[in-house]
T-cell receptor, first 110, second 114 residues
């Protein structure tokens, strides 16, 4: 069964630091990956999608994909307390549907 | 304003009762999905629909039913057969049913059992 795995955290970083969130996946053939942010009690919102090996940058966020090692990362530069949330990674699963990881909880302290 | 709406925000179910969660989208998306989220767990797919008048079971369909009579609407019924319905229910849509397409989520419905 194909899986998407994330460390549940919490990952605690000081304000202004770089937060690094990681996700590993089991299907070597996966072509698309998504990072969602979910605030407590709210629904997930898309941060970024990535389809090709390498880095993709959008403002303070950078997604990194390494297909050979089967991991995808999300870097958040200049972390702010408002970035404190759970970050969900999603990748294709067995039945050609997205599988969501359990999420990594990020805490940014002032 | 394009988006996905879900209602109600909170829903209380009595034992033996069927309840229906509403999901509406005005994004003109073909594909719609229902997920369940439990504390500390990832999203689990209940049902999905690729097109009007068609839907398929996801990983945890037992105790749930859906319909897709209109492109904009994909209601989920939690039946009395679902013995542990307390969860956060999320509806999502995408332009088409493909793992390449971004799924956008509604605000969710929290279901509680009385």
């Amino acid at each position: 069964q194909k899986e998407v795995e994330q460390n549940s955290g919490p990952l605690s970083v000081p304000e202004g630091a770089i937060a690094s969130l990681n996700c590993t996946y089991s299907d070597r053939g996966s072509q698309s990956f998504f990072w969602y942010r979910q605030y407590s009690g709210k629904s997930p919102e898309l941060i970024m999608s990535i389809y090709s090996n390498g880095d993709k940058e959008d403002g303070r966020f950078t997604a990194q994909l390494n297909k050979a090692s089967q991991y995808v990362s999300l870097l958040i530069r200049d972390s702010q307390p408002s970035d404190s949330a759970t970050y969900l990674c999603a990748a294709p699963g067995d039945t050609d549907k997205l599988i969501f990881g359990t999420g990594t909880r990020l805490q940014v302290f002032p | 304003d394009g988006g996905i709406t879900q209602s109600p925000k909170y829903l209380f179910r009595k034992e033996g009762q069927n309840v229906t969660l509403s999901c509406e989208q005005n994004l003109n998306h073909d594909a719609m999905y229902w997920y369940r989220q439990d504390p500390g767990q990832g999203l689990r797919l209940i049902y999905y629909s690729q097109i009007v008048n068609d839907f398929q079971k996801g990983d945890i369909a037992e105790g749930y039913s859906v319909s897709r009579e209109k492109k904009e609407s994909f209601p989920l019924t939690v039946t009395s057969a679902q013995k542990n319905p307390t969860a956060f229910y999320l509806c999502a849509s995408s332009s088409r049913d493909s793992v390449q397409e971004t799924q956008y989520f509604g605000p969710g419905t929290r279901l509680l059992v009385l």
